[in-house]
Every structure is written in structure tokens, then in C-alpha cells.
């Protein structure tokens, strides 16, 4: 079993992180268009997407039987799944592949809800280190706003209402947050994520996506499907 | 029955309390035809009778995952570190909503396989043995853990004359071969070994399986008097430590028919694990 840094693909696997109203499946949507224009095969990976466990998961989250450690360990299967079956065998083939959330949302969920930080890092060892992860960085003020108009409601488990941190779900999803946003903060240095400020237009924060993309697909032009 | 402070293997679930955990916990580890489940429910009337409440649980009867893996496992679609997780996603539902409250409740818990069975097929399929540990780090040391041992050569007839093999008992997501017969023996030798070094890891009761039904009731009879009357188990049962003796086949993969055939014979367990969440 190959651990976390130690997988060598032809593939390039970039992910973005972040709260929930931080912009980031946008930026990642509009990557991947430039990436298809520029004649790369790129894929598109969705967390929580396995059709294996997704029943499961869906059970578990509806009929709110999901405790920290299930919540932590159903996820992880989801993600085996993808990794083992879907992720792995495209950097094999040397596809780009792109993730809307990777393990760094699973670490700042668990641990916000009081695992030990060290037990879920471990759980992840046999995911494939990113070639370029990004961290879109946006005060929780911001976030919820742009949540307000967009929907109405927070679910249970995204606003943390297992937690018992509030009553109120909009006070609780603030506090969630709040502690998912001091993990990924945590995480930057650790995993060396590239910070993103989401507050700039989204122009500018693709730009930056796009360069740093560049680089890292320099030497992966055998990557190129014809155009 | 005295309260002996339960542990973990090392990793504490968040609001589990370690205290109060009055009951006992007892494994039945073992491979498939050996006999478990027709033990467990002897066990279990024979503990009622004495007036212990009994709750019975096993692989993959989460009321999560439960369906769930069955499904996944027809489809022969899971990978091995998927198939893993899934079972520990399903014992973290059964610990947390069935073990432990029935502990605290002061239930007899008996479990048909446990994390050992969990951990041995996962490094049969190649996986990190250490990665493996820590991923069941959570998991709640038993009282006491008995383990019916029986030969891979005594243990071909009785899968080839009840039920045939098995898919996943035979290995075959593991080895490159069609031959049933040929995955089944080497896939249960493999896992012998691991369980070999399980035992020894973490002090298994091996009990001797091939012997008539009775004879190993009473063996395990006599040592589950002893962890209920609150003394060290000493070798009165006639057991020995692991890692000695020749061939023995230890537990398999799915388990899922004869762990089946084990509710239906004793029942009732979910409906204990309801009340006892009520």
C-alpha cells in the first residue's frame, strides 16, 4: 500500500478546499473549462460522489444516525472508492484530474468534530498527495452572505447540528464553520496548500489558479489530447 | 459482575465514557463452517438461563452499513481499501449503538468475530498491517477473546459438503485463478497465519474446533465462567496460546450466510440494540 507522497503518475491531480460559499467549485469549473479549450483530458471528481456508498451515506445522513467516527469512516469509503476505482487509474493514464474537496475537507470536518487530528490523518495515508492544492481563504461573514442568497436553509450535518454546539441552526453553522475554518488555517503550512484570498474578483483568483496550473503542467505536454 | 475498566486499542471516540462499561465484552473468533454461530447461540440460552442478559452482534449487521456492504459485495465492485473502511464504518455503528450501551447496561456481549477477522483480511489483500491497527484503533479490548481453531484440511469438507465455497471466502478478488478450490486453500492458509500472530499479539483463548459441538461448548463454558466470576482465566479449559500447532484455517472474508443463519437461529439481538438505544 503506497502512502500520501509516495504515488509517481503521468497525471496531474489538482483539488480546492475551503467553507462552503467561498467560491471555490466555481473557480474549479472555470479551470477545467480552460483546461479542456487548451486540449488537456481533464476529469472531474465530486466529493461524496461513490455510487457504492452514496445509499449509505444518504441513509445515515437523513435518519441522523451518523456519530463523529461513522460520519469520519463513511466518508473515507466514499473516498477509497473514488481513489481506488476512479482517481488512480486516470493518473495512471495521465489524465488531469480535478476534486472539489479532497482529504483536507475530510481532516477539518473530523477534527472540528473531535477526533483526533493524528487518527484521521493516518486513516487517509493511502490518498495520492495533490500536485496543487488550493485553499480559498474567506471570512465567514463573507461566506454566509453570499449562502444567504444563494439558498435558503442549512443541512444538519453541514451546519454541525450533531454537534449540540446551538439550538439555532444558522448560530450553529457559524460555529462549525468557525472551527472548520481554524483547521484549514492549520493545514495551510502543514500540507502547503496555496492560499487563494476569495474576496478578489473572481477574474483575478482564476488568474492566479491558472498560472500556477501552468507551472505545474509544464513538463506534462504528453498529457495533451489533440486539440 | 465486577466492573474491570474497559480500554481501547488507543484511540478514544469523542463523548465516549470508558467508565461504567459494567457488562462483558466476549468475542467468538473464528473461520466459517467452524462452528461459531451454532456456539453463540448455545451460549446465549445457556448465559439466559443463568440470568444474564445477552446481547448477540457480528459483521455487517450495522443498521448503517448493514445492507449496504451486502450490496457492494454481490456486485464484487469493492476495492480493498474500500472494503475495508466499510466494515469499520459499520463496527464504528455497532460499537457506538449497540456494544457499548449494552455494556453499560451490564449485557454479557457476545460478538460473532470482531476486529481481529477485520484486520487479518485486510493484510491477507495486502494492505499496510500497521495502517490496518490504527485504523481500528478505537475499537474497545474485549474480556476476552476465544478462538475456534480448526485445520484448513478439516475444514474443506465441512464448506464443500453444507454449502460450497464462497466467492470472497475463496479469496478470488485476490488471486489470479478461477479454480474455487485452489483460492479457497490458499486464501484460508494466509489468513491462518495472520491469525496466528493475532493470537499471540493479543492473547486469544484458542480453542481446539474439531471436536464434537458439546466438547467445545463446555471448553468455552468453563472459560466464560471464569471472566464472569471475575478471575484471571487460567488454562483450566485446556486451551493453548497461539502460534504452535499445524495447519488451521482461520476466519474468512464474507461470513454473511452463516452469519445470517446465526441471527435468524438466536434473534432478537436487534431488538435488544432498539431498547437498549430507547
Known amino acids: 500500500m503506497k502512502r500520501y507522497g509516495e504515488h509517481r503518475f503521468p497525471g496531474?491531480?489538482?483539488?480546492?478546499?475551503?467553507?462552503?460559499?467561498?467560491g471555490k467549485s466555481t473557480q474549479l469549473m472555470l479551470l477545467h473549462q480552460w483546461l479542456k479549450s487548451e486540449g488537456y483530458g481533464v476529469v472531474f471528481s465530486e466529493w461524496n460522489s461513490s455510487l457504492v456508498v452514496k445509499d449509505t451515506t444518504k441513509r445515515g445522513k437523513k435518519r441522523k444516525l451518523l456519530t463523529p467516527q461513522s460520519f469520519c469512516l463513511i466518508h473515507a469509503t466514499d473516498f477509497a472508492d473514488r481513489m481506488e476505482r476512479n482517481i488512480i487509474p486516470l493518473?495512471?493514464?495521465?489524465?488531469?484530474?480535478?476534486?472539489?474537496?479532497?482529504?483536507?475537507?475530510?481532516f477539518a470536518r473530523d477534527t472540528a468534530r473531535g477526533l483526533d487530528p493524528a487518527y484521521v490523518r493516518e486513516l487517509y495515508a493511502f490518498a495520492v498527495k495533490p500536485t496543487g492544492a488550493f485553499y480559498f481563504r474567506v471570512p465567514l461573514e463573507v461566506s454566509i452572505s453570499r449562502l444567504h442568497a444563494a439558498r435558503s436553509g442549512f443541512k444538519f450535518y453541514e451546519a454541525g447540528l450533531d454537534m449540540g454546539l446551538s439550538e439555532d441552526p444558522s448560530e450553529s453553522f457559524r460555529l462549525f464553520q468557525g472551527r472548520i475554518?481554524?483547521?484549514?488555517?492549520?493545514?495551510?503550512?502543514?500540507?502547503?496548500?496555496?492560499?487563494?484570498?476569495?474576496?478578489?474578483?473572481?477574474?483575478?483568483?482564476?488568474?492566479?489558479m491558472r498560472q500556477l496550473a501552468i507551472s505545474k503542467l509544464e513538463r506534462a505536454k504528453q498529457l495533451r489530447v489533440a486539440p | 459482575m465486577k466492573e474491570r475498566k474497559k480500554e481501547t486499542y488507543g484511540v478514544v471516540l469523542p463523548g465516549m465514557e470508558l467508565s461504567g462499561l459494567v457488562g462483558k465484552?466476549?468475542?467468538?473468533?473464528?473461520?466459517?463452517?467452524?462452528?461459531?454461530?451454532?456456539?453463540?447461540?448455545?451460549?446465549?440460552?445457556?448465559?439466559?438461563?443463568?440470568?444474564?442478559?445477552?446481547?448477540?452482534?457480528?459483521?455487517?449487521?450495522?443498521?448503517?452499513?448493514g445492507k449496504g456492504i451486502k450490496r457492494a459485495k454481490e456486485g464484487h465492485t469493492l476495492g480493498r481499501i474500500t472494503l475495508t473502511l466499510f466494515y469499520a464504518t459499520d463496527f464504528a455503528?455497532?460499537?457506538?449503538?449497540?456494544i457499548v450501551p449494552a455494556l453499560r447496561a451490564g449485557f454479557v456481549v457476545l460478538t460473532d468475530r470482531y476486529i481481529y477477522s477485520l484486520i487479518?483480511?485486510?493484510?491477507?489483500?495486502?494492505?499496510?498491517?500497521?495502517?490496518?491497527?490504527?485504523?481500528?484503533?478505537?475499537?474497545?479490548?474485549?474480556?476476552?477473546?476465544?478462538?475456534?481453531?480448526?485445520?484448513?484440511?478439516?475444514?474443506?469438507?465441512r464448506v464443500v459438503f453444507s454449502r460450497g465455497f464462497d466467492y470472497w471466502e475463496s479469496g478470488m478478488d485476490v488471486y489470479s485463478t478461477e479454480d474455487m478450490y485452489e483460492g479457497f486453500r490458499r486464501y484460508q492458509?494466509?489468513?491462518?497465519?495472520?491469525?496466528?500472530?493475532?493470537?499471540?499479539?493479543?492473547s486469544f483463548k484458542v480453542v481446539d474446533a474439531t471436536p464434537e459441538p458439546k466438547k467445545i461448548f463446555e471448553k468455552l463454558r468453563a472459560g466464560i465462567t471464569k471472566i464472569l466470576e471475575g478471575e484471571p482465566a487460567r488454562p483450566a479449559l485446556e486451551v493453548t496460546s497461539g502460534g504452535t500447532s499445524p495447519p488451521v484455517a482461520p476466519s474468512t472474508p464474507a461470513g454473511e450466510p452463516e452469519e445470517r443463519a446465526a441471527s435468524a437461529a438466536i434473534g432478537a439481538s436487534p431488538a435488544q440494540g432498539e431498547n437498549l438505544k430507547a
Do not use: N
Not at chain 1, 12 to 19: K, P
Not at chain 2, 133 to 156: E, N, Q, S, T, W
Open chain 1, 91 to 106: 493518473l495512471k493514464a495521465g489524465a488531469i484530474v480535478l476534486c472539489d474537496r479532497y482529504i483536507y475537507t475530510a
Open chain 1, 12 to 22: 496531474r491531480l489538482f483539488v480546492v478546499e475551503g467553507i462552503d460559499g467561498s
Open chain 2, 25 to 65: 465484552l466476549i468475542v467468538i473468533e473464528g473461520t466459517d463452517g467452524v462452528g461459531r454461530s451454532t456456539q453463540i447461540a448455545l451460549l446465549k440460552e445457556w448465559l439466559e438461563q443463568k440470568g444474564h442478559a445477552v446481547l448477540d452482534t457480528g459483521l455487517s449487521r450495522s443498521g448503517l452499513v
Open chain 2, 93 to 98: 455503528d455497532r460499537l457506538e449503538h449497540e
Open chain 2, 120 to 157: 487479518a483480511r485486510a493484510i491477507v489483500r495486502g494492505l499496510d498491517p500497521e495502517w490496518v491497527r490504527k485504523v481500528y484503533a478505537f475499537g474497545l479490548k474485549p474480556d476476552a477473546v476465544f478462538y475456534l481453531r480448526i485445520g484448513v484440511d478439516d475444514l474443506i469438507p
Open chain 1, 181 to 208: 475554518i481554524e483547521e484549514y488555517e492549520k493545514m495551510v503550512p502543514e500540507f502547503g496548500l496555496t492560499v487563494i484570498d476569495a474576496t478578489l474578483p473572481i477574474e483575478a483568483q482564476q488568474e492566479q
Open chain 2, 189 to 202: 492458509t494466509s489468513l491462518l497465519e495472520q491469525f496466528d500472530r493475532l493470537a499471540e499479539e493479543y
